[in-house]
């Protein structure tokens, strides 16, 4: 049992440190600006993403990021100074910045808050005591009496 363990340990060992050189080096440039090119939108094509944009100008902005990747630069780098020229519209998913998580974060805040709104009202409602026939309260005999007197009176 103990060779099992020991078996078990070195393996573990063995793969992190197999790791360890692939998480160094960094990643891919090619892959990198393929993730990067899904991530931005084309501020050459309205509606397109650069992946995807078949101007000119997108094919030398392509040219230009793979460059600077190729050439070490790390890849969130490229993206602030893109965002920084062309602004915050060029990210595809604007959940990242301040705005894009309000818009984003609102339905969700609307929806916890709507559903604590729901909790509270079957838990009132469920706390509320019913009354059965014998419990609730009867009008007095007086009041009774200028009820109907009052009720005779509009006839």
């Known amino acids: 049992m103990a060779s099992f363990r020991a078996w078990n340990v070195s393996l ?16 891919d440039p090619k892959a990198d600006a393929a993730r990067i090119f899904q991530e931005l939108m084309s501020p050459f094509c309205p509606g397109l ?3 995807d944009c078949p101007s000119e100008q997108a094919f030398v902005l392509r040219d230009e990021i793979s460059a ?4 070490g630069d790390p890849a969130d780098a490229v993206v602030s100074d ?3 020229k062309y602004g915050v519209s060029i990210l595809a998913d604007p959940s990242t910045t301040p705005v894009g998580a309000i818009i984003w974060g609102t339905p969700i805040l ?7 709104g729901l909790a509270l009202f079957v838990r009132r409602a469920v706390k509320r ?3 059965d026939a014998d419990e609730r309260q009867v009008i007095s005999p007086e009041l009774d009496r200028l009820l109907d007197e009052q009720l005779h009176a509009l006839d």
């Open 12 to 27: 573990l060992v063995a793969l992190l440190l197999g790791t360890l050189p692939a998480a160094a080096s960094g990643s």
């Open 49 to 51: 993403t650069l992946a």
């Open 110 to 116: 609307v929806a916890a808050l709507a559903a604590l």
């Open 129 to 131: 005591p019913r009354l």
């Open 68 to 71: 600077r990747l190729a050439a």
């Open 82 to 84: 893109l965002v920084a």
